[in-house]
Every structure is written in structure tokens, then in C-alpha cells.
T-cell receptor
Framework: GAVVSQHPSRVICKSGTSVKIECRSLDFQATTMFWYRQFPKQSLMLMATSNEGSKATYEQGVEKDKFLINHASLTLSTLTVTSAHPEDSSFYIC?????????FGPGTRLTVT | KQEVTQIPAALSVPEGENLVLNCSFTDSAIYNLQWFRQDPGKGLTSLLLIQSSQREQTSGRLNASLDKSSGRSTLYIAASQPGDSATYLCAVKDNFNKFYFGSGTKLNVKP
């Protein structure tokens, strides 16, 4: 139990386009989901906290208009990178909270050319 | 703000050796501490979770300790194997459900 999936696992897009990444809790309901970003050889940095049915809370320095988060249901949160630029290329990982624990997805590798 | 530091950044050992990975954190007001394994280009695999009231946890060849008052945790790996090669991440969770990750220790176990 407690499986979290992400789709797509890899995506390549051109600069200026938008990309949507999905995070799903497959066998449990998650009222809270988290989005992290990991640059090469660096650790994970929390970007935002997403609560079902309400606006996401963004960490300092993360542009909310650039990284749009929607948590429309108890099993799905989406992260949309708008007008992507090469510096947005990174590994994006989500996690879903259940009973005080977080379960991490496998990550999405975004490359912006 | 919580800061998590891991030492060493990289470690290379021969197969069979016992080893210790270190993690330190600046704010002792934590909810729990967790050790993860990350393989290249992959997500996180949870190895051990220590609640703030606990001192250690064990799973197979892995043992993690926690000294909350001094802001330290260690991950002990016994009889290392090449399959243990990965990056090991230490993360502390605060009372607001936020994780703070260290930058990891990249372990290479040589056959």
C-alpha cells in the first residue's frame, strides 16, 4: 500500500512552452501533497504544499505564477511549469501524506531545450 | 530555518566493510528523521524512520541512531555490498509536516 505515481517520468519540451506533471496516490487518499525540485548533485528542495480544494502554499523564492499547482481531488495533484526555460530543467518529485507519513513518487525528469 | 548537513559527501569502500554516514541538523524541534536511498535518476526509497522520541531503528544490515538534543543522526551499514551503492539522503520533518533534506552522501561499494 501507499503507492504514489508520477506522469510522465521524463519530458523534453521547448523553451516557452508549458508542461504538466501529474502526481497520484494510487491506493490512498491524500489531503496534502508536496512538490520538490532537485537540481543535479543537489538535494531536494520543497517548492510548495498542496492541499485538496484550496490554494497551494509556496516556499520562499518559488514563483507561484510560474509553477501552477492544482489539487483537484484527494488522489491527484498537478504541477504545471508555465513558459518553461532551460533553467527550469530539473528533477521534480512529489509526495503524498497519509497518517503523518509522506510517500514519495518516482520523480519526473524535465529537460527544457 | 532548519538546515541539514551530511558528511561525507561521497564515500568509496571495498565490499564487506562496515560504514557510517553522518547527518546533522540545526533545529532540534523535529517530528521525525528519515533516511532514504536514491538511485541515479530515480525517486526515493525510505530506509528507516526514527520518531523524535526514539533513539534508534534497525532494519536488516541498517541501523540508524538519533540524538535529537545534539542534532545528530548516523546511518550504520554493516557488511556493505555493491548493491548498496547509491546516494543516501537524510531528512528531518518538522511539526508542520515539512521535510528538510540534506545534500546526500554518494556511496560506492567496490566489488
Amino acid at each position: 500500500g501507499a503507492v504514489v505515481s508520477q506522469h510522465p517520468s521524463r519530458v523534453i519540451c521547448k523553451s516557452g512552452t508549458s508542461v504538466k506533471i501529474e502526481c497520484r496516490s494510487l491506493d490512498f487518499q491524500a489531503t496534502t501533497m508536496f512538490w520538490y525540485r532537485q537540481f543535479p548533485k543537489q538535494s531536494l528542495m520543497l517548492m510548495a504544499t498542496s492541499n485538496e480544494g484550496s490554494k497551494a502554499t509556496y516556499e520562499q523564492g518559488v514563483e507561484k505564477d510560474k509553477f501552477l499547482i492544482n489539487h483537484a481531488s484527494l488522489t491527484l495533484s498537478t504541477l504545471t511549469v508555465t513558459s518553461a526555460h532551460p533553467e527550469d530543467s530539473s528533477f521534480y518529485i512529489c509526495s503524498a501524506a497519509r497518517v503523518g507519513e509522506q510517500y514519495f513518487g518516482p520523480g519526473t525528469r524535465l529537460t527544457v531545450t | 530555518k532548519q538546515e541539514v548537513t551530511q558528511i561525507p559527501a561521497a564515500l568509496s569502500v571495498p565490499e564487506g566493510e562496515n560504514l557510517v554516514l553522518n547527518c546533522s541538523f540545526t533545529d532540534s524541534a523535529i517530528y521525525n528523521l528519515q533516511w532514504f536511498r536514491q538511485d541515479p535518476g530515480k525517486g526515493l526509497t525510505s530506509l528507516l524512520l526514527i520518531q523524535s522520541s526514539q533513539r534508534e531503528q534497525t532494519s536488516g544490515r541498517l541501523n540508524a541512531s538519533l540524538d535529537k538534543s545534539s542534532g545528530r543522526s548516523t546511518l550504520y551499514i554493516a557488511a556493505s555490498q555493491p548493491g548498496d551503492s547509491a546516494t543516501y539522503l537524510c531528512a528531518v520533518k518538522d511539526n508542520f509536516n515539512k521535510f528538510y533534506f540534506g545534500s546526500g552522501t554518494k556511496l560506492n561499494v567496490k566489488p
